[in-house]
């Protein structure tokens, strides 16, 4: 009895060996072929501009030598000087902000993202007093005296796999929008903007590198060029600087098909402070822009985790190249926006957060999961094979049946 209980035992032991075998075996190949085929299907689906994409940076003027007192950093030509005696430039604290979300058309292969932004004036200096500027409601009229100094919406369609712009749609709405961003429902107030550079984000697996990057106020491509790592918040960061040649404003292009208003001016010598000229004669001077921009960028994401701009726009002759025209014309400058703006903190935290999530995602996709996935298929696969040899080895002789 005692032998033919073993033996019953061992025949139950083979039929459940015949039938969990190979189900771990097909198991332990199915989950290794999931681990290696998971990163290859999956991560190509996480490496897409979202199509929730949503950033709000605020940028503020930092102390950088430009005036004497830090509280009021940046020097902003005073548009109401205009109808007064001569040309007033005054110290300031500057903000600005920027609000990038996702419009139509958006699909799996190209977003389409709005980016509304202002230049706010908080506070300047009126002989010995800090005054701060109001700013009118939207749509309402604007005076010279008004807190929003600048506003643009613009608007272009991405490759959502490369970051890069796809010449669908690129327009650059000249307004002026105090409550950040609005969505476009007409048709006016807008020009052609086409561009190649990145923008708002950079494509994936960023390198050591030069990349096109798109200045928006002076609608150039300049090369962003990789010049150091640093870490922010924890995170690696690549550091682009663009050197953005200079232009004069009054050639770019705007809806009405004349120079934008204030790019250029003519007023007699003495408005503008230039000695050695009669000072009732009639000169123009139209404004130029150039800037450095430093971008910090998380590598895998392409996500921007910290920026900063010196911005420097000032008033000088158009030809000042002509050695017929008058030196002092020729050397004279004034400064009409000058600023190094820097984002805040709070937007390098959100900004940081946001490529935490990304980064943790990608993790996720292409190391993480596959690697649970092929070690519980690897050891399926190996419990398996060793079932199926012992089943083999412990299968009862012809001879031990003939006994029992």
Same mark, same amino acid.
Not at 31 to 56: E, F, M, N, S, Y
Not at 164 to 177: M, S
Not at 259 to 271: N, R, Y
Not at 352 to 379: C, E, H
């Given at each position: ?48 501009? *979202?199509? &929730?994409? $949503?950033?709000? #940076? +605020?940028?503020?003027? =930092?102390?950088?030598? /430009? ?37 139509? *058309?958006? &699909?799996? $292969?190209?977003? #389409? +993202?709005?980016?509304? =932004?202002?230049?706010? /004036? ?283």
């Amino acid at each position: 009895m005692p032998y033919l209980s073993s033996h019953i035992g061992i025949r139950r032991e083979l039929t459940i060996n015949r039938f969990l075998a190979p189900a771990l075996i097909f198991f332990g190949v199915a989950a290794v072929t999931a681990a290696i085929a998971v990163p290859v299907w999956l991560v190509p689906q996480l490496k897409v501009v *979202p199509l &929730d994409l $949503d950033i709000t #940076t +605020v940028a503020v003027s =930092q102390p950088a030598g /430009i005036t004497d007192d830090d509280e009021l950093p940046a020097k902003v030509f005073d548009r109401c000087s205009v109808s007064g005696p001569r040309a007033e430039v005054f110290d300031a604290h500057l903000t600005q902000q920027r609000r990038t979300v996702v419009i139509e *058309p958006s &699909d799996s $292969d190209q977003v #389409t +993202v709005q980016s509304g =932004q202002t230049v706010r /004036i908080d506070r300047i200096r009126d002989g010995d007093e800090i005054v701060e500027p109001n700013v009118a409601a939207v749509d309402s009229a604007r005076t010279c005296s008004d807190g929003v100094l600048t506003g643009n919406i613009d608007v272009v369609s991405l490759n959502r796999e490369t970051s890069k712009p796809n010449g669908e749609i690129h327009r650059l709405h000249t307004v002026q929008a105090p409550a950040g961003v609005r969505t476009i429902e007409d048709e006016s107030n807008f020009v052609e903007a086409p561009r190649e550079g990145f923008q708002y984000k950079f494509g994936f697996d960023v390198e050591k590198s030069e990349y096109p990057y798109y200045d928006v106020n002076t609608r150039q491509d300049v090369p962003a060029k990789f010049v150091g790592e640093t870490k922010i918040n924890g995170l690696t960061a690549y550091e682009f600087v663009s050197e953005v040649p200079e232009i004069d404003q009054v050639q770019l292009e705007t809806p009405s098909g004349e120079p934008a208003p204030g790019t250029s001016l003519e007023m007699p010598a003495s408005w503008w402070g230039i000695e050695g000229v009669p000072a009732n004669e009639k000169i123009v001077m139209d404004r130029f822009a150039t800037a450095t921009r430093h971008v910090w960028v998380e590598p895998k994401t392409g996500t921007v985790l910290r920026g900063l701009e010196e911005q420097h726009q000032y008033f000088k002759s158009p030809g000042w190249e002509d050695p017929g025209l008058a030196q002092p014309i020729r050397d004279f400058r004034m400064d009409v926006f000058k600023a190094t703006m820097a984002w805040d903190s709070a937007t390098e935290d959100r900004q940081s957060d946001k490529a935490s999530g990304y980064v943790d995602q990608l993790r996720w996709g292409g190391v993480i999961i596959p690697a649970i996935v092929g070690t519980i298929g690897g050891i399926s696969l190996i419990a398996g094979i060793v079932l199926l040899i012992r089943r083999r080895s412990d299968r009862p002789t012809g001879g031990q049946d003939l006994a029992g």
